[in-house]
């Protein structure tokens, strides 16, 4: 005697194999598929937007960094901070060839962020003076296999005016 | 009098020179004490990613190297102070996963492989006892008809 409709019996197999097939291969796949890290920049609330425009030469003004790692283990961060023009930008491959001017490290476990309040000088000549300076963050690594920092290829740069600094 | 004030002087330079060379001596030791000990937290940090890479759970340990890094950038010496021995506690524990993590990882792996190893034997008794425990419920939930004629 049979109780159960066949067709009802295969649905349900049909069901259960595609569930178990699908649990298991979400078990047994890589935890990081894309490996990344990213930096972001954000105003001195720690909000998207609102950036200062018009700075004063000489003066220390606040932003915040987001950074996050998603590269599979646990990663040694530094952010550069360096001051320059549209034309000693970063790319992908290459850091700016401006000096460096403070130095943020970080260390994040893999799927960590962490956004952080940082206070930056306006240190530039004269020169910038009525001029749009880029104000450039740039992600470092600390490579395991090399044992040396090496530029990430990721930055983040805030086009400010400069202005000179009122007379107290 | 002159001789006195000869003395008093010569004192004076001496007490001077003590003091500058003590001075140059500690902040000497001190730059080369907050040298050595990043020197060491990158070692220690080295060692905790490579642990990382080959997948042992080091978050505890992350945790107290997150410390450490904090309290070398402060730089002050009571901060440096206690980095060092920050650093004696977190490469105590570095060194017991270093030890362990063969067993670690054998342990996680057949965690792993026995869990989908189970997910995939579910369509499998599925197949046999689901029918089987059909019948049985259909029956028990009849069995108080009566069969007529």
Request: hydrophobic share 50%; charged share 20%.
């Amino acid at each position: 005697m049979n109780v159960l409709d066949d067709e009802v019996f295969a649905v349900l197999m049909a069901i259960i194999i595609v569930g178990s097939v699908f649990a298991a291969a979400q078990l047994l796949r890589p935890s990081v598929v894309e490996p990344f890290t990213a930096i972001g920049l954000l105003n001195e609330e720690c909000r998207i937007g609102d950036y200062p425009s018009k700075v004063f030469r000489g003066e220390n003004i606040t932003l915040c960094i987001y950074l996050y790692n998603h590269i599979g283990y646990p990663l040694l961060m530094q952010v550069r901070y360096k001051i320059g023009t549209n034309t000693t930008l970063p790319t992908n491959t290459t850091p700016s060839p401006m000096p460096t001017m403070l130095i943020f490290n970080k260390m994040l476990n893999h799927g960590e962020n962490n956004t952080f309040r940082i206070e930056v000088p306006i240190t530039v000549s004269e020169g910038f003076v009525g001029r749009r300076a880029a104000l450039i963050f740039e992600l470092w690594i600390y490579n395991l296999d090399q044992g040396t920092w090496v530029y990430s290829g990721r930055w983040n740069h805030l086009y400010v005016e400069v202005l000179e600094s009122p007379i107290p | 009098m002159c001789v006195a004030v000869d003395r008093v002087s010569i004192a004076a330079l001496v007490l001077l020179t003590v003091l500058v060379i003590t001075l140059s001596l500690s902040i000497s030791v001190h730059a080369v004490d907050k040298d050595v000990l990043w020197d060491r937290f990158l070692d220690l940090y080295m060692r905790t990613a490579i642990l990382g890479r080959r997948g042992v759970d080091v978050s505890n340990i992350v945790g107290g190297l997150k410390k450490v890094l904090e309290l070398l950038e402060s730089g002050d010496i009571t901060s440096l102070e206690k980095a060092s021995e920050l650093m004696d506690e977190v490469e105590r524990n570095i060194f017991f996963l270093e030890r362990n993590a063969d067993n670690m990882l054998l342990m996680e792996n057949l965690r792993k492989y026995s869990t989908a190893g189970a997910l995939l034997l579910i369509p499998l008794l599925f197949y046999y006892l689901f029918p089987r425990l059909y019948l049985a419920l259909w029956f028990r939930v009849r069995r108080r008809w009566v069969v007529e004629e």
